[in-house]
C-alpha cells in the first residue's frame, strides 16, 4: 500500500470493493451473458463450447431470435415520448407558472436529447437487468449552469448492496466507476488533483487488482491497452487512465438554512451574502437535516469531498422487474430458450451432414484408379467416380453405408424453442404484426393492444423512473435556475407551423416584482406519453378524413395542416392567397345552397300557417253551426295530449249558440274525415264550411 494514501481514499475503496464482492460482480457476468445474447454475431456460444465443436466437426449455429423481440418492445418506447407538465399544488403555484415551468422542461428534454437519452436507458434495463439516467447541473456551456442529463453504464453504477428498494432515497450510497484520462481529471477537479494522479504508484499490489473485473464496452478490444494495479491502466499509445470512484452517501448534520413563506428548506451552504440578503420574506435557522455527501477519489488520492448541492442522488434507476432488490430483464429468461434453438438446429445439420456424407464400404484392392487411402479421403466428394479391377464379383463391389435417420421429434423441439422465446419475452407475433393476410387491420391493432398486457410490468416501472426524472428536472429548475435568464421555446402556431419565441424566466419588472419566478410554489408532476409526430399526425390525417366522409365541414386548411406532406405551410398560405383574390366558386355555391335552403323552409312554414289558418277557420265554422261539437272537440284533444298555448279551455263553446243544425256532415267515416287538405286543394270553386248547410 502506498505511504501516501490518504483516509478518505481508503474508505472510498473500501465500499467500492464491499459493492463488488457483494453481488456487483456477479451482476456484471451475468449482464455481459444477457447482452451477448442480444447482440448475437456469434457471441452467443462460449469459447469453450466453440472449442468442442469444432474438435468434433459439428457447426455452431447461431439462430437470434432474441434481438427482433427485444427490438419490438424497445420500438414501444421509441414510438411514445415522455412529455412532462406540471400542476400547481401548494401556496405561491399558479396555472401560468406551472406552464412556464412545463415548457421549461420540455426545452431541458429537447436539449439534453431525453428521448434519446431514454431509449439507451429502457434498452439497457431490458438487455441487462439495469439501466441508470444521471441528472446534475453543468457549468460547461452556461455560466448561470443547465441541466445535464446523461446515460450511464451499468457496469460502472454500484447502487447500495443492502438496499432493497427500487427509490434511490432509500439507499445508503450509490457509486459510479469511470476511467478517466489525466486530462479529463485536471479538467474535472483541477491542476492539484491531475498532479496528485500522476504520482499514482502503479507497483503496489493490493486487493484494487482489476483483472477480475468485466471488460467495458468501447470501440477497441482488450488489446488496445493493459490493466494494472490500483486501478491503473496504461493504453498502447502511451497515454494513462485512472479509475476514479464516485461516491454519493447520506449523511445527518447540523446546517444553516433558509426557511422560505411556502415552508420549503434550502440550505445556505453555496449561497453568496448577497443571494442570502436578497432572499425576501425567509426565515434564518440552524436544522439538523439529511443531506448528500460527494466523495471522490482514487485509489490513492481525494479529489473532491464537498456536500452535494442537489437534494439527491444524481443516479435515477430503471429495472424492468423489480422485486426487493433483485432485478431482471427480458433477456434473462430467454437465453435458455435460445441455447435450446441453437443446440437443436446446429445437431439437426449435423444429421444431414451426416447423412449426405454416410461413407463407404469396400473391398481392399479392389479399386482400380485410385487406393484404399485415397479412397478413404476422397469418400465425402459429389460425383466421385469409382473403377474397379477387372474381374471384382458384384459382390464385392463398394456400398455406400446406410446413416442413422434423424431422430424423431427433433424439428419439435426446434419449433418449441421459438414458441418458447416469444412466451419467455412477452412478445409474440401479435406484436410485430405478423399475424397473416387472412386478418384485418383492426384485428391486429387489437391483438397488439392485448399483447402488449405481457410489457405491463416493465412500462409501469418505466413511468416510475419518468416521474422521478420529472421531479429531478423540477427541482434543479427551482433550485439553479434562479438568476435572470433567457430561454428558447419553440411551439407550434394555429397551422402547427414551428415559432420560436423568447421565454423569460426571474425577470425583474419595473414594478419590482419578478416575472415567472420559478423558484417558490409546489407542483405535482404529470408525465404522459406524446406519440411521435409522423405516427400521431397520420392519426390526426385519418381521424379528419373520416369526420370529413361522415360530413362534418372541417375546412381544407385543418386537413393539410395534420398531413405528411412538406410544404404544408406553403400550401396553406397559397390557398388563403386565392381566397382573399378572387371567391371560390365552390363556396359561393355552397352559399347558393344554403339560402335556397332557407327561401325553402320559409316558403314551408309559410304554407304550415295557411293550412293552419283554414283549419281553425273550419273549426269555428263547424262549431258555429253545432255549438255542442265544442265540448267533444276540447275532451279529445285534451285526450291526444294537446297542449293549449291559451287559456282552457281547449276549444271554447260559441256564446249565443242557435243550437244544433239541421244538416250535419254526410262524411261520418273515421278513417277519412273532412281535412283542411281537402276543401283546399280541392278544385277552384269557392270554399265553404265543411259540414254547414249550402
Known amino acids: 500500500m502506498s505511504r501516501n494514501r490518504d483516509e478518505q481514499a481508503n474508505k472510498n475503496w473500501q465500499r467500492y470493493e464491499y459493492g463488488r464482492m457483494r453481488g456487483h460482480q456477479s451482476f456484471c457476468r451475468k449482464a455481459r451473458e444477457c447482452e451477448n445474447f442480444y447482440m448475437g454475431g456469434g457471441r452467443q456460444w462460449t469459447a469453450e463450447d466453440r472449442e468442442v465443436l469444432e474438435a468434433e466437426g459439428r457447426p455452431a449455429l447461431e439462430f437470434n431470435q432474441v434481438k427482433p423481440k427485444l427490438n419490438t418492445a424497445i420500438g414501444y418506447q421509441i414510438q411514445n415520448r415522455m412529455d412532462i407538465a406540471f400542476q400547481p399544488r401548494g401556496q405561491g403555484a399558479d396555472e401560468d407558472k406551472a406552464k412556464v415551468l412545463s415548457k421549461v422542461a420540455k426545452q431541458v428534454g429537447d436539449n439534453t436529447g431525453l428521448h434519446w437519452i431514454e431509449t439507451q436507458v429502457f434498452s439497457d434495463g431490458l438487455i441487462q437487468q439495469r439501466g441508470y439516467f444521471d441528472i446534475r447541473i453543468s457549468y460547461q456551456d452556461s455560466i448561470l449552469g443547465e441541466i445535464a442529463i446523461t446515460d450511464l453504464d451499468p457496469l460502472d453504477v454500484i447502487p447500495d448492496p443492502d438496499a432493497k428498494s427500487y427509490d434511490p432515497d432509500k439507499w445508503s450510497d450509490v457509486i459510479i466507476t469511470r476511467w478517466l484520462t489525466l486530462d479529463e481529471i485536471e479538467d474535472l477537479y483541477g491542476k492539484e488533483a491531475r498532479d496528485k494522479c500522476e504520482q499514482e504508484d502503479l507497483e503496489d499490489q493490493d486487493f484494487g487488482d482489476d483483472e477480475a473485473d468485466e471488460e467495458r464496452n468501447k470501440f477497441g478490444n482488450e488489446d488496445t491497452g493493459s490493466t494494472g494495479y490500483m486501478g491503473s491502466a496504461t493504453l498502447a499509445d502511451g497515454s494513462k487512465r485512472v479509475r476514479v470512484i464516485e461516491r454519493q452517501y447520506w449523511k445527518t448534520e447540523n446546517a444553516d438554512v433558509l426557511i422560505t413563506m411556502t415552508g420549503d428548506i434550502r440550505t445556505i451552504e453555496g449561497m453568496t451574502e448577497e443571494q442570502i440578503a436578497a432572499a425576501n420574506g425567509v426565515a434564518r435557522a440552524k436544522r439538523r437535516i439529511r443531506r448528500v455527501r460527494w466523495v471522490i477519489t482514487t485509489y490513492n488520492y481525494t479529489l473532491f469531498d464537498e456536500w452535494s448541492p442537489f437534494k439527491h442522488f444524481t443516479v435515477v434507476p430503471f429495472f424492468p422487474f423489480f422485486r426487493r432488490g433483485k432485478t431482471t430483464g427480458l433477456v434473462d429468461d430467454a437465453i435458455g430458450p435460445q441455447q435450446l434453438l441453437n443446440k437443436s438446429m446446429s445437431q439437426f445439420l449435423h444429421t444431414i451432414n451426416n447423412t449426405a456424407n454416410s461413407g463407404w464400404m469396400w473391398w481392399a484392392g479392389t479399386l482400380a484408379n485410385m487406393s484404399d487411402d485415397e479412397m478413404a479421403d476422397r469418400g465425402a466428394e459429389t460425383g466421385l467416380a469409382i473403377v474397379l479391377k477387372d474381374q471384382t464379383p458384384v459382390e464385392k463391389a463398394p456400398k455406400k453405408i446406410q ?292
Do not use: C
Open 403 to 694: 446413416p442413422n435417420q434423424i431422430p424423431t421429434g427433433v424439428d419439435r423441439i426446434i419449433d418449441r424453442a421459438g414458441q418458447l422465446i416469444d412466451e419467455t419475452t412477452g412478445i409474440n407475433d401479435a406484436m410485430t404484426g405478423n399475424m397473416g393476410r387472412e386478418i384485418s387491420g383492426v384485428a391486429i391493432q387489437s391483438r397488439q393492444f392485448a399483447a402488449q398486457q405481457g410489457l405491463a410490468v416493465p412500462l409501469d416501472n418505466l413511468a416510475k423512473t419518468r416521474n422521478m426524472v420529472a421531479k429531478r428536472i423540477l427541482e434543479l429548475v427551482q433550485d439553479f435556475y434562479d438568476e435572470p435568464r433567457i430561454l428558447k421555446i419553440t411551439e407550434q402556431d394555429s397551422r402547427g407551423r414551428p415559432v420560436t419565441e423568447d421565454l423569460y424566466v426571474n425577470y425583474p419588472t419595473e414594478d419590482g416584482s419578478v416575472l415567472n419566478d420559478l423558484t417558490i410554489g409546489e407542483y405535482d408532476v404529470v408525465v404522459s406519453e406524446q406519440p411521435m409526430q409522423v405516427t400521431f399526425e397520420n392519426s390526426q390525417f385519418t381521424q379528419i378524413m373520416e369526420m370529413r366522409e361522415k360530413g362534418v365541414r372541417i375546412p381544407d386548411s385543418f386537413v393539410i395542416k395534420h398531413s405528411n406532406v412538406t410544404d404544408k405551410n406553403d400550401i396553406i398560405d397559397s390557398m388563403e392567397q386565392q381566397a382573399a383574390a378572387q371567391p371560390d366558386p365552390l363556396n359561393e355555391a355552397r352559399a347558393e345552397l344554403a339560402k335556397a335552403q332557407a327561401d325553402k323552409t320559409r316558403q314551408e312554414t309559410v304554407n304550415r300557417s295557411v293550412e293552419a289558418q283554414y283549419s281553425a277557420i273550419q273549426t269555428a265554422g263547424v262549431i258555429a253551426t253545432n255549438p255542442l261539437t265544442a265540448g267533444l272537440a276540447d275532451a279529445l284533444l285534451r285526450s291526444a295530449g294537446y297542449i293549449d298555448q291559451d287559456l282552457p279551455p281547449i276549444v271554447p263553446e260559441l256564446q249565443g249558440g242557435a243550437g244544433i243544425a239541421g244538416n250535419l256532415p254526410t262524411n261520418t267515416n273515421p278513417i277519412t274525415p273532412a281535412n283542411p287538405g281537402v276543401g283546399l286543394m280541392s278544385g277552384i270553386e269557392t270554399q265553404q264550411i265543411e259540414g254547414a248547410p249550402a
